[in-house]
């Protein structure tokens, strides 16, 4: 009977196997932590963030609303791929572990662009939440070199609808 379930198991374990090999990344992040993915249709203002080679945003501080729609236009004017990562500090420390270990590793969540030398990629971001949010490039030797910035989420007195102090009257 173990014979027989090692065979079943056998194939799961190498479609995971596969899967991994081809180097692509999604899910695995705490998006109600830091926000949503963005509609197009509710940006409320555009932000460019320019990614050089010298391991550095070019605009790595930004504040805005909560509540707030960022469409992020991210240019990477350097000679290698750079990359943007919305995420906390402790999720983008993590995944760039794992970064380090899968080098040939692609992206495919909202929260995040990787974009070839010369190009230029976007991300559209709902900050829902105040507080802080990070983000980095998560390319080996990129982050510890310094590759971060910072939103900075300022809350809003105005109460959420459907909220219990929404429909309360002074």
């Keep these: 009977m173990k014979t027989r379930n090692l065979l079943i ?4 374990i190498f479609l995971a196997m596969t899967a991994m090999a081809a180097g692509m990344h999604a899910g695995g992040h705490d998006d109600e932590a830091i926000g949503k993915p963005g509609v197009a249709s509710k940006v409320t203002r555009t932000v460019n963030v320019d990614m050089k080679d010298d391991m550095r945003f070019h605009s790595s ?3 805005v609303k909560q509540g707030e729609t960022i469409r992020f236009i991210v240019k990477n004017s350097g000679k290698v791929k750079h990359e943007m990562v919305l995420g906390t500090e402790k999720e ?4 760039y572990e794992v970064m380090k270990k899968n080098l040939e590793m692609e992206h495919a969540d909202d ?15 709902q900050f829902t939440k105040a507080g802080k949010v990070d983000f980095a490039c998560l390319q080996p030797g990129h ?28």
């Design 9 to 12: 198991a056998i194939p799961g």
């Design 61 to 63: 501080n930004f504040d």
């Design 92 to 95: 983008l420390k993590e995944h």
């Design 111 to 125: 929260n995040m662009v990787t974009v070839a030398p010369g190009k230029s990629g976007e991300i559209i971001w």
């Design 143 to 170: 982050y510890d070199a310094g590759m971060k910035g910072l939103v900075t989420v300022a809350g809003t007195k105005v109460p959420v609808e459907g909220s219990a102090h929404a429909d309360h009257k002074h």
